[in-house]
């Protein structure tokens, strides 16, 4: 294992870690001595002799290793080697201090090394890559390294050499996750491409003689490439594979999931199977918790409306709503909430269909309406386990509806999603459900409406004179510039670059309370929200297309500026 490059530091170590082995009973002290005397005549490292005579395991060592030395440590047959990384570490030093390559994001280079110590490594690889500022040792097993550097290096990684070596490969085993295998090197590389691209989703659709690959990036799909039918077949059954699925049932509809690393970033895939007529359609969803659960400023709302939301959060009870079309970004926005407000001394618990991130501190259920519990057992369930925030992952019946006002009737922060046009709209939505306005009345923190729309690159976005109906539909009296896409390599030609969030924030008073009660129309209601600094959703969309963050026509992609507002 670890052969430390500096006698203080195996002292030192070899001190903690004997002494770590002991207190867990994972070796005894005479283990320990038989182990320093083979050390003194072989010459190796401890780790080393207490492996070979058998009284550790590698796989034990590297767990108390990188509890010892404060290293993380990782699986690497859990992780998707990105072929880039090839050319940025050579394949002699790979080999020479057995370190592999795991990312490289902003001068940072992670690599697997089962030796966290190797100075000599270490600054071979600062010599051998001026652009590396930081290199971030992870513990991993010696033998696991060695096999993958012999993935890495040892084998074709690119699209073209893949599909041709399927073509003169007899191979048809796709439960080992080897190298040797082509389809298991191709669809790893196709799932490391969509994730470096920050594809949300990654369709295989075939279409008679050819299967079209495409991804989804900031909600716009882009066709990536097509691959003649042949290929699809092996694609599909290795896909099943790593998900788990039925590979022998092919004419129902099944989902599956898996976890796998790229780096040190956890990814989790959801993928569901759906039959036609030209064969098994497959869809993976990419759920990449580093960057999709974001802080509350993080997520590209105004500022305004993100004081408005910290000021509603500071109710001790009520109903918090999101509400928009699907794939606005909702679940993301609830989740930053929760992040927002979690703390040891608050209890928050969840109902989702699926639970999508798990949150440290959060107790979340998975919702199963066939044969298991529904929101509304789910909410009566959480109502005896004394919390203090309660997320329902969506309003979607009368019951639902009305055990969710119960809830924060006795004091509890709920927090729950709908689908509806705008913020009003949720207040009709609920009338639907059985629940009238003055039921709602003292019960409402806020609703909050949303769209994703995408955000222009910052690098190649350009100024041109806006049209008289293009002044016309941003309210404006007099024709000015306005920002436009153009499109580069750091793009990736779209002229979008990510995505934000614009929308409208209701929040409720006593003021707002006493209309409900009162059932006043919406007109009634949307003007005195508006003299209460209530901004419609169309009115935040045109700010931001005069800031230059997004381009006037993304905005009317996703909002209709036409109704005023």
């Known amino acids: 294992m ?13 001190k903690t870690l004997t002494s770590t082995l002991l207190q867990k009973g994972i070796v005894s002290e005479d283990q320990i001595d038989v182990a320093l005397k083979e050390q003194r ?5 401890l780790e080393e002799c207490m492996i070979n005579l058998g009284f550790v395991s590698a796989s034990v060592l590297a767990e108390v290793l990188s509890e010892t030395t ?3 440590r990782i699986c690497l047959k859990q992780v998707l080697l990105d072929p880039l990384l090839a050319s940025l570490v050579p394949s002699e030093i790979a080999k020479q201090f057995c370190l592999l390559p795991l990312s490289f994001e902003e001068g940072i280079l992670r690599i697997a090394i089962s030796d966290v110590y190797n100075l000599p490594a270490l600054d071979c ?3 051998k890559i001026p652009s590396v500022r930081q290199i971030v040792p992870i513990i991993a097993l010696e033998e696991d390294i060695l096999e993958a550097i012999d993935g890495l290096y040892g084998y074709d990684l690119s699209i073209p050499g893949l599909l041709k070596e399927i073509e003169t490969s007899q191979s048809r085993s796709f439960t080992k996750d080897d190298y040797t295998n082509p389809t298991v090197r191709l669809v790893n590389a196709i799932l490391i491409d ?3 691209s920050n594809a949300s989703d990654i369709h295989f659709e075939p279409e008679g003689a050819f299967m079209r690959l495409r991804y989804r990036i900031d909600g716009i799909l ?3 490439c097509t691959l003649h039918s042949t290929y699809w077949p092996a694609i599909c059954v290795r896909l099943k594979v790593m998900s788990e699925m039925n590979i022998a049932e092919s004419r129902r509809p099944q989902n599956g999931r898996m976890t796998f690393y790229v780096g040190s970033r956890e ?7 759906h039959p036609t007529i030209h064969g098994e359609n497959i869809v993976v969803r990419i759920l990449d918790k580093t960057r999709s659960l974001l802080g509350l400023d993080e997520l590209g709302y105004s500022q305004e409306i ?15 709503i999101i509400t928009g079309p699907t794939g606005c970004g909702k679940t993301t926005s609830l989740y930053s909430m929760l992040s927002y407000m979690n703390a040891p001394q608050i209890n928050i618990m969840t109902l989702e269909e699926p639970v999508e991130y798990q949150l440290p501190l959060i107790r979340q259920s998975d919702i199963k309406e066939q044969g298991g519990m529904g929101f509304v057992e789910g909410v009566r369930s959480i109502l005896r386990q004394d919390p203090d925030i309660i997320l329902i992952g969506e309003v979607r019946d009368p019951g639902t509806a009305q055990i969710a006002l119960r809830a924060s009737m006795t004091g509890h922060q709920v927090f729950s999603t709908l689908h509806t046009n705008d913020a009003l709209g949720s207040l009709y939505r609920f009338v639907d459900f059985g629940v009238t306005q003055p039921m709602l009345a003292g019960n409402l923190m806020a609703i909050v409406a949303q769209r994703l729309v995408r955000r222009l690159c910052a690098i190649c976005k350009i100024e041109k004179k806006m049209t008289a109906y293009e002044s016309i539909l941003l309210g404006l009296k007099r024709a000015q510039n306005l920002f436009v896409a153009k499109g580069c390599e750091a793009c990736r030609g779209t002229g979008y670059n990510g995505r934000l969030a614009i929308a409208e924030i209701l929040v409720f008073d006593s003021e707002l309370d006493e209309l409900l009660v009162t059932t006043a129309s919406r007109t009634v209601l949307k003007t005195f929200a508006q003299k209460k600094g209530y901004v419609p959703l169309a009115q935040d969309a045109r700010t931001r297309v005069l800031k230059g963050d997004s381009s006037l026509e993304e905005i009317l992609r996703m909002v209709d500026l036409r109704e005023g507002g």
């Open 2 to 14: 670890a052969k430390f490059s500096t006698q203080g530091a195996v002292c030192s170590l070899s």
């Open 41 to 45: 005549l072989q010459g190796l490292s």
């Open 70 to 72: 404060g290293y993380s």
């Open 125 to 127: 690889l600062h010599q």
């Open 194 to 196: 969509a994730v470096k």
């Open 222 to 224: 882009s066709q990536i």
């Open 267 to 273: 990814i989790d895939l959801r993928m569901a199977s």
């Open 306 to 320: 993100i004081d408005h939301i910290k000021t509603a959060l500071k109710r001790p009870e009520g109903i918090f």
